[in-house]
């Protein structure tokens, strides 16, 4: 049995982490921390755990910790991770990082979008944690960068495409829309019911801090520097993400040569990418709860214009759910184990 923690246990991505690994037949939660919450247990912070999850949150205590866990979860703000993951990596144990500490193989891309960063050389090892594109470096690694819930909205189907030389590099659009609560469980006069409630809008315009782990990415794939424009928008839901793409087929492409791409990435048992049927598009409210992205998808021939559509739960494969698969594919086990879900619509 795997011994984990979770360290921000409390927060909007820590609790779905909880959550996950409280219904996992290989795996035993450990230790939660909570800085906020100490002392109180998981069932007084959240009513809906009580009598599930009755384990006490704690202080960060690393010592105390290590000698307890195989891997640790950490749902932590920016520049808090990177001071926490090399005691833990020291000490042998795994670590799964939900900020973007982690992310970016070029330091100065990430100091430009967040700030200074103090382990460095962390970095040279660390893996994207793209489940279904980086899959075996993942099982050979001890610390995970996971994803944006942005970015894995939008690299599951572009990346295979840019790969294989499928489109052209210029003029890629992503016009993405998450609900409230990709902004997490801080308070912020944007997110406030009032505000966000009948709303929709963008914001963070050219300037969102996911458009350089965008770009990184798809450059290192394309082997060439890659430019995108971002629009993120804010909708008036608690959870789910919309992303639409637009970009330009390279000539002679056509919807079949798509396709054919799509299942050679993505059309194995352990995927939870989902590439819908022709003349089909993906609906947040399908994959809601779930670890799955479904991705659409129409191609003009005459222009060469193709339009993507790709939906997930922002807080479980944007998030929770593909910090989870990756510890299944760190640890040997079933990819999937822990995260079979069914809640969408009926």
Same mark, same amino acid.
């Given at each position: 049995?795997?011994?984990?923690?979770?360290?921000?246990?409390?927060?909007?991505?820590?609790?779905?982490?909880?959550?996950?690994?409280?219904? *996992?037949?290989?795996?035993?939660?450990?230790?939660?921390?909570?800085?906020?919450?100490?002392?109180?247990?998981?069932?007084?912070?959240?009513?809906?755990?009580? $009598?599930?999850?009755?384990?006490?949150?704690?202080?960060?205590?690393?010592?105390?910790?290590?000698?307890?866990?195989?891997?640790?979860?950490?749902?932590?703000?920016?520049?808090?991770?990177?001071?926490?993951?090399?005691?833990?990596?020291?000490?042998?144990?795994?670590?799964?990082?939900?900020?973007?500490?982690?992310?970016?193989?070029?330091?100065?891309?990430?100091?430009?979008?967040?700030?200074?960063?103090?382990?460095?050389?962390?970095?040279?090892?660390?893996? +994207?944690?793209?489940?279904?594109?980086?899959? $075996?470096?993942?099982?050979?690694?001890?610390?995970?960068?996971?994803?944006?819930?942005?970015?894995?909205?939008?690299?599951?189907?572009?990346?295979?495409?840019?790969?294989?030389?499928?489109?052209?590099?210029?003029?890629?659009?992503?016009?993405?829309?998450?609900?409230?609560?990709?902004?997490?469980?801080?308070?912020?006069?944007?997110?406030?019911?009032?505000?966000?409630?009948?709303?929709?809008?963008?914001?963070?315009?050219?300037?969102?801090?996911?458009?350089?782990?965008?770009?990184?990415?798809?450059?290192?794939?394309?082997?060439?520097?890659?430019?995108?424009?971002?629009?993120? *928008?804010?909708?008036?839901?608690?959870?789910?993400?919309?992303?639409?793409? +637009?970009?330009?087929?390279?000539?002679?492409?056509?919807?079949?040569?798509? !396709?054919?791409?799509?299942?050679?990435?993505?059309?194995?048992?352990?995927?939870?990418?989902?590439?819908?049927?022709?003349?089909?598009?993906?609906?947040?409210?399908?994959? !809601?709860?779930?670890?799955?992205?479904?991705?659409?998808?129409?191609?003009?021939?005459?222009?060469?214009?193709?339009?993507?559509?790709?939906?997930?739960?922002?807080?479980?494969?944007?998030?929770?759910?593909?910090?989870?698969?990756?510890?299944?594919?760190?640890?040997?086990?079933?990819?999937?184990?822990?995260?079979?879900?069914?809640?969408?619509?009926?």
């Amino acid at each position: 049995m795997i011994k984990v923690g979770i360290a921000g246990a409390t927060g909007y991505a820590g609790a779905e982490i909880v959550k996950l690994i409280a219904g *996992h037949p290989d795996v035993k939660l450990a230790a939660v921390t909570s800085r906020s919450y100490k002392g109180l247990t998981m069932g007084d912070i959240f009513p809906a755990m009580k $009598n599930i999850v009755e384990i006490e949150c704690e202080d960060m205590d690393i010592n105390s910790l290590c000698k307890r866990i195989d891997c640790i979860f950490l749902a932590l703000p920016h520049k808090i991770s990177m001071e926490f993951a090399p005691l833990f990596i020291e000490n042998n144990v795994k670590v799964i990082d939900l900020s973007a500490d982690f992310r970016f193989k070029n330091a100065s891309a990430y100091e430009a979008a967040y700030q200074k960063h103090s382990a460095k050389k962390l970095l040279e090892k660390s893996v +994207y944690g793209l489940s279904e594109i980086y899959r $075996n470096e993942i099982k050979n690694t001890d610390l995970v960068g996971n994803p944006g819930c942005y970015p894995t909205s939008f690299l599951l189907p572009m990346l295979p495409l840019v790969k294989e030389k499928l489109v052209k590099k210029e003029n890629i659009i992503s016009d993405s829309k998450s609900g409230v609560s990709g902004a997490g469980r801080s308070l912020s006069l944007a997110t406030h019911f009032c505000e966000a409630n009948e709303s929709f809008k963008p914001y963070k315009v050219g300037c969102h801090r996911h458009q350089p782990e965008m770009e990184e990415i798809l450059s290192i794939h394309a082997k060439e520097e890659i430019k995108i424009t971002f629009v993120p *928008h804010l909708l008036p839901l608690n959870r789910g993400m919309l992303t639409t793409i +637009y970009a330009s087929v390279c000539e002679n492409v056509t919807s079949a040569e798509i !396709r054919q791409i799509y299942e050679q990435y993505y059309g194995r048992k352990n995927s939870f990418v989902r590439i819908l049927s022709d003349g089909l598009f993906p609906d947040i409210s399908n994959v !809601r709860g779930s670890n799955f992205c479904d991705i659409g998808f129409k191609l003009d021939e005459d222009t060469g214009s193709l339009i993507i559509a790709s939906a997930i739960d922002n807080l479980l494969k944007g998030a929770a759910g593909q910090a989870v698969q990756n510890m299944n594919i760190m640890f040997g086990l079933n990819e999937k184990s822990g995260l079979i879900n069914i809640q969408g619509a009926l």
